[in-house]
């Protein structure tokens, strides 16, 4: 059978961001998928050199938008690390409760996102009306809906009173609830899943093979967690990897349906557990010598690799995202897919290109 080479994106209905595949199609079948990328490069890396390095927690807070708390969170521990600087307890507890809030909203995005791609959308608009409650909560407690800034190097710049604490619980309560309204016709509906199970399939080897991160590697039944490192109070909070074994794009949305829920009983220990001690600790000299640093996104895994030479500025920040990780899984999950199906599958892995590219 002659074969036909289809673009698809970076402009497409589906997509947020500008991903490019070419595709490989046998009628309408996919045999092979190839990516083109370098759309929105903006060489945020390169202001490392340039800037002071406490200006650049602001910076790579702007590397990807929705899980902006978490990018600050993992540069500025990597530079404690590197300057052997004892973050307060308290400030530890706080970096936890606002990365997870940032987890629910950008799970809860991603949900209304996939019922818009298979064009649900009074699901689509329930998702994202609990998701702007928790847009709230940032506000409330830290001035901004998406970029908090709340991170500094030593610690964090912002306490929650008892009052917002109070005020926090009885908003997860009423979310929880409404999410759990919604998690029948996500995971039980016929039509969600005629479009959903058995789509885009990872193996739980494949997904090892090719270096997948995330509800990407979750979806395919690997219990792997970068928050199982201990970062932050992590390793003080009661919580289990969540996993699907299906592999397909039922199981990827389930798990991220599931870790929304459990984010907010994170948030609810935090809270419970939450010590009296300083926000920030004092940060002596300049940044010298090499560090690795992983957080866990809502997309995946996080890394990244600094270098500081003791002046002001850092000789080197390398990132690298969830989302370029879990290229390599969607070209291996695409084959064998129906045309029909390629924008599903793609939105599995939550693509977020500025991210990838920064």
């Known amino acids: 059978m002659s074969r036909t080479i289809i673009p698809f994106g970076p402009q497409h209905p589906v997509l947020p961001e500008p991903l490019h595949l070419k595709l490989v199609v046998e009628d309408e079948t996919v045999v092979e998928a190839i990516p083109a990328l370098g759309y929105v490069h903006r060489g945020?890396?390169?202001l490392a050199s340039i800037r002071d390095y406490n200006q650049m927690v602001y910076i790579v807070e702007r590397v990807c938008g929705i899980c902006s708390c978490i990018h600050a969170m993992c540069y500025c521990q990597g530079l404690e690390t590197m300057m052997n600087v004892e973050?307060?307890?308290?400030a530890k507890y706080l970096r936890v409760i606002w990365s997870e809030l940032h987890r629910i909203h950008s799970h809860l995005l991603w949900l209304g996102l996939f019922a818009d791609g298979f064009g649900f959308e009074s699901l689509f608009m329930q998702f994202w009306k609990i998701r702007e409650r928790v847009m709230d909560i940032n506000e409330a407690t830290a001035g901004n809906r998406v970029v908090i800034s709340v991170n500094v190097v030593g610690g964090v710049r912002r306490d929650l009173d008892k009052t917002q604490q109070r005020w926090i619980l009885d908003e997860l309560d009423k979310l929880e609830?409404?999410?759990?309204q919604l998690m029948k016709t996500m995971l039980d509906d016929y039509t969600v899943k005629k479009r959903t199970v058995g789509i885009g399939v990872l193996t739980a080897e494949q997904a090892i093979?090719?270096?997948?991160?995330g509800p990407t590697l979750r979806g395919s039944g690997v219990a792997q967690d970068a928050r199982q490192l201990g970062y932050a109070a992590f390793d003080e909070l009661d919580f289990e990897p969540v996993t699907s074994p299906e592999g397909d794009c039922w199981a990827r949305s389930k798990v991220r349906f599931m870790e929304a829920l459990q984010s907010m009983d994170i948030v609810?220990?935090?809270?419970s557990r939450l010590p009296d001690s300083e926000l920030a600790a004092k940060v002596p000299g300049k940044p010298t010598g090499e560090v690795v640093c992983r957080v866990e996104q809502p997309r995946g895994e996080l890394l990244y690799y600094l270098k500081g030479n003791g002046s002001k500025n850092m000789e080197r920040v390398r990132i690298r995202t969830p989302t370029f990780a879990n290229i390599p899984p969607l070209l291996a999950m695409l084959p064998g897919a129906q045309l029909a199906d390629v924008?599903?599958?793609a939105l599995t892995i939550d693509p977020c290109i500025s991210?990838?590219?920064r």
Do not use: D, F, H, N
Request: hydrophobic residues 40%; aromatic residues 0%.
């Open 44 to 46: 945020l890396e390169t």
């Open 87 to 90: 973050v307060p307890s308290r």
């Open 177 to 180: 609830k409404e999410l759990r």
């Open 209 to 213: 093979q090719l270096g997948a991160v």
């Open 268 to 271: 609810r220990q935090a809270i």
């Open 343 to 345: 924008p599903l599958a």
């Open 355 to 357: 991210c990838t590219e």
